[in-house]
């Protein structure tokens, strides 16, 4: 154990001894939590139905001779081969009362997945469905125990050849865990011993622990304060949810959610009120934190946001190889059409039901997909699933960590910013933004750190006699290249640190290195992500009349044409018409009505959020730069839609959601209303300006969510 003192702040002098102390408990803390953490991310979601057949006997037993209906596929030597786009075979049931099927079949001539589709009565749909990994000695048993099935329907690729099939209208269910992988546990143990050393060492070094215990001493009693104010706000949420709606609503817990943080966010502001000007971050994160919370509580469970169930998929595929999900799971990674939120509180309700009941069952595995904007939602899923929580609570658990990250980033991009702190978190508090935020995406990922990256370079730009450092000049690329990880259009972020002034550079060729290896590594991820979509159909979203490759050879063959649809296009997509639908967009929840109190927020404080330090932001070329960033980033997110979304030869460009504008927009926000001098009586007032305005944005997306996501639930 090394040896040295630590002096504190707080509390004088924490020698060796206490050091000690803190390490005894700390390391095998990391250790346990690691292992917890790690077996959660193997551990299979939902159990696998098994009938009992020594206790069972099928009324009705078919074989690959027998379907009632086979499409796009024929029967050839034994084997059912696909022949057209949509193969599948039918078993029909109906003449029994069935509630379970066991089904084997012969792996050396069967698809890898095969997709079981179960009729209850109401025909083949989307909703009834369970994917599956035909196993050799192992089959599919599955049970649904009203005894309803009429048909069932297997579809495949390639090929399927069924050894049996039987049916059962009686029969006793297991439901069987599916064991770990025995390559796992030796290699969880080793990796939760490495992370505790290295997590004690850091504790060691940075001693993090004893400053976070020193900073609550220093501040308790205002700490106290706060959590009285958060626990009387949920008291009078109490209350006010007691006089709205009585005891009579099952629902009422939403409402409780709504009016408490719609309480808390008051007192906040009101706590506060002081340091808003000079603190704005801490206002900021408060009541992202408070709204952020409350919409995940209180939004429909399902396909609320653009592509949730992609961005589902990612989650769970992230964090461990081949992970198998529950047939829940399938439902929300398939947009499955009853995931949609309805405007009935009940329907929403009733699917929260059914996705609890659903989740005991495996519904099919995916391949590992790393993705870092995903990793902390899937960890977040699986630890909730180990830990026994219902779906719904483990769906909600995984957008915590989504919410923090967004959260967090955006508190410091505002804490680095020398001015425009409020018109920065206007910004991050757009409620699109919040949506984001708050769901399965990755669009809060790159927002986030283009702000971190964006405010690192303009509070250096701002202070034209201070060298930046080598831990600036890692932030600042740092950030930029995570934000344009997941999508490498947003690589133009990295050219902006290139009009740094080039005597703030002392260390240039460490500077421009950061650079080049942040640019060339986009490059090449871009390339191979282009080089796939042209040499593929496209994103098959768009329609049947995709192809990229013959989009991309008509824009060579006929630039000039190109540029015209472009143009028009742009005119259109960057005008302050669009920006209600990247302000206040709910996605499939509804527009929100109230945008133009960000738009205002926006245009005044582009001009009053300003000081001294704006003099350097205020130069013509920083301003020109900001237009042709977003003009440029604009252009290049317009052209690869365009290649990978949209029909050949259209006039128009499809698919390019308004919200991809919001990481570029603080730029020209920002540096449009700087000038060489700033109204000194706003500076004098920022504590009051800030205050009001984040007491009118609250308002803005209390009101929006009231009307879009909480009328969905009450």
């Not at 006793?172 to 939760?192: F, G, K, M, Q, R």
């Not at 700490?223 to 709606?245: D, R, W």
């Not at 490498?488 to 421009?512: D, E, H, N, Q």
Request: net charge positive; glycine share 6%; hydrophobic share 45%.
């Amino acid at each position: 154990m090394v040896k040295y003192h630590y002096y504190c702040r707080g509390g004088g002098v924490l020698d060796k001894t206490v050091f000690k102390k803190y390490s005894i408990y700390l390391a095998p803390l990391y250790f346990v939590i690691s292992m917890i953490v790690g077996f959660s991310m193997v551990t299979p979601m939902g159990k696998v139905s098994k009938i009992d057949s020594f206790a069972s006997k099928p009324v009705k037993t078919v074989t690959t001779q027998n379907p009632q209906i086979l499409n796009d596929c024929k029967f050839e030597n034994g084997v059912f081969v696909a022949k057209g786009n949509d193969p599948y075979v039918v078993y029909d049931c109906s003449d029994y009362s069935i509630e379970a099927i066991s089904a084997n079949f012969v792996v050396d001539s069967t698809d890898d997945v095969v997709v079981l589709y179960f009729d209850i009565g109401t025909g083949f749909n989307e909703d009834n469905k369970v994917p599956f990994k035909p196993e050799e000695d192992t089959g599919l048993d599955f049970a649904y125990e009203n005894k309803t099935l009429k048909q069932v329907r297997f579809d495949f690729q390639g090929k399927l050849k069924p050894k049996e099939i039987d049916f059962y209208d009686d029969c006793i269910i297991l439901h069987e865990s599916v064991p770990i992988n025995a390559l796992y546990p030796p290699i969880i143990v080793v990796i939760s011993l490495i992370i505790s050393a290295v997590l004690t060492i850091i504790e060691a070094k940075t001693k993090a622990v004893l400053k976070i215990v020193s900073a609550i001493k220093k501040n308790a009693k205002r700490i106290l304060v706060f959590i009285v104010g958060i626990l009387s706000s949920a008291i009078i949420g109490v209350v006010l949810t007691y006089v709205t709606f009585g005891t009579k609503s099952q629902n009422s817990l939403y409402a409780f959610f709504f009016l408490f943080s719609a309480v808390a966010v008051v007192f906040e502001i009101i706590f506060f009120r002081k340091t808003a000007g000079k603190k704005t971050e801490n206002v900021f994160l408060a009541i992202c934190l408070t709204i952020g919370m409350m919409m995940i509580i209180i939004t429909p469970i399902g396909h609320v946001s653009w592509d949730t169930g992609t961005h589902y998929r990612y989650a769970l595929s992230t964090t461990a190889p081949n992970t198998q999900y529950s047939v829940s799971d399938s439902l929300i990674i398939t947009n499955a059409p009853m995931t949609l939120p309805s405007a009935r509180p009940e329907d929403n309700i009733a699917l929260n039901i059914t996705l609890n009941i659903k989740d005991n069952q495996i519904g099919g595995a995916t391949a590992f997909e790393p993705n870092i904007a995903h990793f902390g939602s899937g960890v977040a899923v699986k630890l909730a699933r180990f830990l026994g929580f219902s779906f719904v609570l483990a769906y909600m658990a995984g957008k915590i960590p989504i919410l923090l990250t967004y959260a967090f980033v955006c508190y410091f991009a505002i804490k680095k910013l020398n001015s425009g702190k409020m018109l920065l978190s206007v910004i991050a508090l757009f409620p699109t933004s919040l949506l984001l935020a708050t769901n399965y995406s990755y669009d809060y990922w790159v927002i986030a750190f283009s702000f971190l990256g964006l405010a690192f370079y303009y509070s250096e730009i701002q202070q034209p006699l201070k060298p930046i450092s080598d831990k600036d000049t890692f932030i600042m690329f740092g950030s930029l290249f995570l934000a344009s990880l997941p999508k490498a259009i947003y690589l133009t972020l990295l050219l902006i640190p290139l009009f740094m002034p080039p005597k703030k550079i002392i260390k240039k060729r460490r500077y421009y290195s950061a650079f080049l290896v942040s640019i060339v590594l986009l490059l090449l991820m871009f390339v191979v992500k282009a080089k796939l979509s042209v040499s593929g159909g496209g994103d098959m979203r768009g329609g049947d009349e995709i192809n990229s490759s013959a989009q991309l050879s008509g824009i060579i063959a006929n630039p000039f044409g190109y540029s015209k649809v472009l143009f028009n296009f742009l005119k259109g997509y960057l005008s302050v018409k669009t920006m209600p639908h990247y302000i206040s967009n709910l996605a499939y929840l509804g527009l929100g009505t109230h945008a133009n109190i960000f738009i205002w927020s926006i245009i005044i404080l582009g001009i009053i959020d300003k000081n001294k330090y704006d003099a350097e932001t205020a130069k013509l070329y920083q301003k020109i730069i900001a237009v042709l960033l977003f003009i440029g980033t604009a252009a290049m997110i317009a052209t690869a839609l365009y290649v990978d979304f949209t029909p050949v030869g259209s006039s128009s460009v499809g698919g390019c959601q308004p919200r991809y504008l919001i990481p570029i927009i603080f730029p020209v926000c920002y540096t449009l209303g700087s000038f060489k001098k700033h109204i000194t009586f706003f500076e004098k007032h920022r504590a009051v300006v800030n205050t009001v305005v984040f007491a009118a944005c609250s308002y803005s997306i209390y009101i929006d969510v009231f009307e879009l996501v909480l009328k969905k639930m009450v």
